[in-house]
DNA sequence: CAACTAACGAAACTGGAGTCCCTTTATGAG
DNA sequence: CTCATAAAGGGACTCCAGTTTCGTTAGTTG
């Protein structure tokens, strides 16, 4: 099914719709039907997302929607492709633990927000269902983290962490509580809960944890 | 929908299928739904369960299936009712460190097993769609982050730990790390992880993180 | 500014998930 | 053991998500 690589003799544009004339009338397209199933996820969960409701709602052509996502996992991967696009910048305090509560705010805060924690919620459960989403979800993961990866070099830099720390892991042992609380429990995300988890990654990380 | 409690004037025998005539079949077909639905999870995922599939690979009427389960989301409901019901026995080493580190072994090895990794992100997956099956879930962990409490209350009392240390903060700290791993990325969860799970909520909540 | 064609849109079609209704089974009470 | 009925089973029916087809629109190229 879908147009796949054939083994040879293919060498001519053929690629998946929408890369070969990525015009204005396509990019409108995309950008109309990537928004929209934002707020359906947002709204309804994964599971209630029919291609045709979003079409619907995009006022875009039902066909169009099937001819160039496909499934719904096949959506959700690409609207995460396009949330790893938009970069949110990175704030640096000088220290460790006034990076990392920083870095734990805004994941919080996001998390805590209606529409943007639903909107987490229904795509990491999309990726459970589909390889190809949960590659999506965890390039995205990896981008975001990466982003704030440095703040930790330069603490053991600096000398608040020992040589050899891994900053990838303590910057996800930020995120993990997080992630653990909106997932499995009802309790909220308060700034509280932030801040905890920015302490416990930086007393771990000085405890030599991560090397 | 469903049968739901009238208001008043309903006192006689009125209760949801399976409740009233709780006997050998009913129980017999309950134990072949749930354990097919478990498989069933843990091989497609959650989007692609239907019940009319598990209702014949149970052996059981479709009818029956939707009558007494409706839809996908109770169906897992039910199922982590069952879960919960089936409590792990708890290890108890002498050391705050050592028994965090097997809990987190339990949690890790639980997490990197094919067919129940699978089931519980699946299961997560069918919480964020569903109200009840959320309550369900969070009952769920609320269990069994409780079942394993009392080692931290030992740590605290054998002077490990701070006064005022909340245990059930440290225990999903433990656990946080590995349902964030096994969630966002594609790495393994090795006993290296666990481990390290293990050490860095025993570092924050001996920082005192957690009071 | 044509001509070409990739990509979109409208509408008919289809298969199977979910519903309904009636029949059969077997549980639990007397 | 017998009876009343809770619950399961079977199968026809409905409805809509997803597919297919074909005509239309609008980027792209020379």
Redesign the interface.
Known sequence: MSPEVNDAANDDTCGDPGTVRPGGRTARVRAAVLRTAGDALAEH????LDLADVARRADVGKSTVYRRWGT??GLVADLLTDMAEQSLPRTETGSLLGDLRANAELVRSTLADPRQGALF??V???????ART??S??RF??IRVAEWAPCVEHAVLRGELPKGTDPY?VI??V???L???L????APLDEAAGA?AA???A??A??G??T
């Open positions: 969960g994964f599971a209630r719904v996992a919620k229904a990491i459960a999309a990726a459970t269902t589909d949960a590659e979800l965890h993961y990896e892991e996800r042992a995120s993990a509580p992630y653990y609380r997932l499995t429990s009802d905890r302490e416990a990654a007393a771990a000085k405890a944890v991560y």
